[in-house]
């Protein structure tokens, strides 16, 4: 019963990987200057309950990230290290980057 149980919450976030990972690179893409690639490492429920998404950008262990999927999605509740910090050139919500290109579509 427990390995039933242990397989069902890594299977809930493989998916919760699956549907945020973009997320998540769209808000790097549009964020953050000389990004290229993103590697998830992982994902785990905090104690909080709230999920939380692990990896690293252009593969680099130190560009490290931790992002907080609040609710429903991935928004742009990110934990980084200053050598990324160094490269953030805005901060829009993921929302906030669809409305954008919905805009640019119309």
Do not use: C, W
Not at 25 to 41: A, L, P, S
């Amino acid at each position: 019963m427990k390995e039933k149980e242990n397989q069902k919450a890594e299977d809930e976030l493989a998916e919760l990987i699956a549907t945020e990972k973009p997320r998540i690179e769209k808000y790097f893409k549009y964020n953050f200057t000389g990004v290229n690639q993103i590697t998830v490492t992982g994902a785990e429920i905090h104690p909080t309950g709230i999920p939380h998404i692990k990896g690293y950008v252009n593969n680099d262990k130190d560009l490290y990230f931790n992002a907080a999927v609040h609710k429903d999605h991935f928004e742009g509740d990110l934990s980084i290290p200053y050598g990324l910090e160094e490269r953030q050139k805005s901060d829009l919500s993921v929302s906030e980057i669809e409305e954008h290109e919905q805009g640019d579509k119309e």
